[in-house]
Nanobody, 125 residues
Framework: QVELVESGGGLVQAGGSLTLSCVGSGRTFSSYGTAWFRQAPGKEREFVAGIRWNSDSIHYKTSVKGRITIARDNDKNTVSLQMNRLQPDDTALYYC??????????????????WGRGTQVTFSS
């Protein structure tokens, strides 16, 4: 069993930055791949970024490459999402999700077994 708790969301202005954190509990969390998804109002949940357990493979949604960085610290059971140059389209509820590492980092949410409750990021003009 893996439990995930996200934090770090908030209000951001144009061009601002934010770092989201996902803390996993359970002895095996460090052996799971982890991804960030987001769901904007009225839209489906979408993959943003993912990282394998040993950080040897990282995937990003094409449109966020260069602005968003995912990283993990297995000693602290933490996966972070650094977001820079935030835009209105980044407004969403951001979720952390875990997947057995041998399954890779699929874009579809249906493959991820464990989910946090989300942290809200809102663009403020």
């Amino acid at each position: 069993q893996v439990e995930l708790v996200e934090s770090g969301g908030g209000l951001v202005q144009a061009g601002g930055s934010l770092t989201l954190s996902c803390v996993g509990s359970g002895r095996t969390f460090s052996s799971y791949g982890t991804a960030w998804f987001r769901q904007a109002p009225g839209k489906e949940r979408e993959f943003v970024a993912g990282i394998r357990w040993n950080s040897d493979s990282i995937h990003y949604k094409t449109s966020v490459k260069g602005r968003i960085t995912i990283a993990r610290d297995n000693d602290k059971n933490t996966v972070s999402l650094q977001m820079n140059r935030l835009q209105p389209d980044d407004t969403a509820l951001y979720y952390c999700a875990a997947i057995r590492d041998e399954m890779g980092l699929p874009l579809s949410e249906k493959f991820y077994a464990y989910w946090g409750r989300g942290t809200q990021v809102t663009f403020s003009s």
